[in-house]
């Protein structure tokens, strides 16, 4: 069902004059920001920031520990038994 943007209609996986897919409003991946424009606006908020950092050793952490996890071939009902963990646990977020 097309969508109406601006007073016109504009269907699904339309594509621009040049080829692109375009999402309902009408609007290529280029015009919208990335990933690293999010995160780099994200952290010029000292707070955002600063809570960033605070979590960031906890998510290094816990990559290293998944990965050392996969290398060794286990899942993680296999590692919870062989920790004697009766069931599986998340780390927490904040020490």
Not at 21 to 49: Q, V
Request: proline fraction near 7%; aromatic fraction near 4%.
């Amino acid at each position: 069902m097309p969508s109406v943007v601006a007073g016109r209609s504009a269907p699904r996986n339309q594509r621009d004059r040049f080829g692109k897919k375009t999402d309902e409003r009408g609007e290529t991946a280029m015009n919208r920001p990335t990933f690293h424009d999010f995160k780099k606006k994200a952290l010029s908020d000292p707070d955002i920031r600063a809570e960033h950092e605070s979590l960031s050793a906890a998510y290094h952490l816990r990559k290293k520990l998944i990965g050392l996890r996969k290398k060794a071939g286990l899942t993680q009902e296999e590692l919870a038994k062989r920790l004697h963990c009766p069931t599986l646990v998340s780390l927490p977020n904040k020490p």
